[in-house]
């Protein structure tokens, strides 16, 4: 069985909050805090065989960006097929990159975490902040990843 969880972070004006919960029932929300974003991914059942994370990005506009690798005090790196996942995103017409430079804020905090946790079979994929963000890209990504 292959369990997924998707996770963004906490706020009512949060695209990835919006996301989350259009995608999953039992999706998961972070505090919007390094000491809560690390207390968050502690408290989490490791039960899970892949988590995709949502973070934003406010200088995307209508395009998503797939993140290879979180750095904090390693650099830690996805194991998942991203250039499969960056395929399915071209196919209905969602704009996307792949980035291997880690941003150096909250996601890629939770990113790490995560990464260490789930034995790496973790994706953190930047959207767009609310403003930035169209109903289409909404809910092109709620197909791809429900």
Wanted: proline content about 1%.
């Amino acid at each position: 069985m292959n369990r997924k969880l998707y996770i963004g972070f906490k706020g009512k004006n949060n695209a990835s909050c919006i996301l989350v919960k259009r995608i999953s029932s039992d999706g998961y929300l972070l505090t919007n805090s390094f000491n809560g974003i690390k207390r968050d991914i502690e408290s989490l059942s490791d039960s899970y065989d892949c988590v995709v994370l949502f973070g934003i990005d406010k200088n995307l506009i209508d395009t998503v960006r797939i993140e290879e690798v979180a750095e904090k005090e390693t650099k830690e790196f996805s194991v998942l097929n991203l250039k499969k996942i960056s395929a399915q995103l071209d196919e209905i017409g969602i704009s996307n990159y792949l980035s291997d430079k880690p941003t150096h804020y909250l996601c890629n905090d939770a990113y790490w975490h995560l990464l260490r946790k789930f034995n790496r079979n973790v994706v953190l994929i930047h959207i767009p902040s609310i403003k930035n963000i169209s109903r289409n890209l909404i809910e092109g990504l709620s197909m791809v990843f429900r």
